[in-house]
């Protein structure tokens, strides 16, 4: 009998809230839009957070779009904004993807390349080779130490000694 006598007093609740809304008593109060507001902030907050959770699982990152993939391999291989600029150029006048180019060495080919990029063939050479080289060759490039500069004799010893 306690179980019914809640249940209908909450129905005499809600029934009370609801009569607000119909014929003359039919207002709209700021505390119903603001607690309509809070519930719909909540619902978004909670469908972003959930987004988030489900996307970062895994260690690699997640590329939804060439265009990320795209800015992430140049990343990863040191190109800067005018070899990216020459590489989304190339993409272009072949109709790819840029990230297709870091796929396929053949689209490199001189016979491939449109004729505008000519004035740009050695900064292609550059990139490929920077994009294609074997991994021997990548190691002795690395491995090559940077000359030192020379030591230079500090002013008063060069002039001492002349």
Known sequence: MNACAVLLADFEVVKSMSNRFHGK???????DLLVGLGLLIIVAVAAWA??????RGGDQ?????ARSLFCELCRAHGIDRAGRSLLQKMAQSLDLSPAQLFLEPDRWQPEALDPLL???HEECRAL????FAEPEEAAVAESVPEP???EVAPVDEAVASA
């Open 50 to 55: 959930l987004s988030r959770l489900t996307r």
């Open 118 to 120: 000519a004035p740009y």
């Open 25 to 31: 008593q039919a207002q709209l109060h700021t505390s």
């Open 148 to 150: 030192e500069p020379a």
């Open 128 to 131: 490929y080779a920077r994009l």
């Open 61 to 65: 990152p997640h590329h939804h779009n």
